[in-house]
């Protein structure tokens, strides 16, 4: 089910782990994608992309990292934080940032842009 600008995607406190991430610009008057890296339990982190990043045989992931590219990485960042299990919310990160400890299985993801002070 998609979630939109801020919206949790993912369900906490149920032990129920996202096995991947794909998120897009909506209507943004700047053009341009979301690349999105994951760490899959147990591995290290993808190149990013900007098709859905999801692990072989369902293994949970247990990091992101998001960024923006063309002419919307101008004018905005974009922030994000994991929930984690047994650990809760973490940091926000943002523009590229890894998030996300590795022994832990990500339940949750918030996604959000902000302008720039351009």
């Not at 982190?45 to 990292?65: D, L, Q, W």
Request: proline share 5%; aromatic share 8%.
């Amino acid at each position: 089910m998609p979630s939109y600008d801020g919206d949790t995607a993912g369900v906490t406190g149920k032990s129920k782990p996202i096995y991947g991430l794909s998120a897009k610009l909506c209507g943004s008057a700047a053009s341009g994608k979301v690349l999105c890296s994951i760490r899959p339990q147990d591995s290290g982190f993808t190149g990013f992309s900007a098709s859905k990043r999801k692990t072989a045989s369902n293994v949970p992931i247990t990091g992101i990292a998001v960024k923006l590219s063309g002419k919307v990485a101008d004018k905005y960042s974009v922030k994000y934080r994991v929930h984690q299990s047994r650990v809760g919310w973490q940091e926000w990160a943002k523009d590229g940032q890894e998030t996300g400890d590795p022994e832990y299985n990500i339940e949750a993801v918030e996604i959000v842009l902000e302008p720039k002070d351009n």
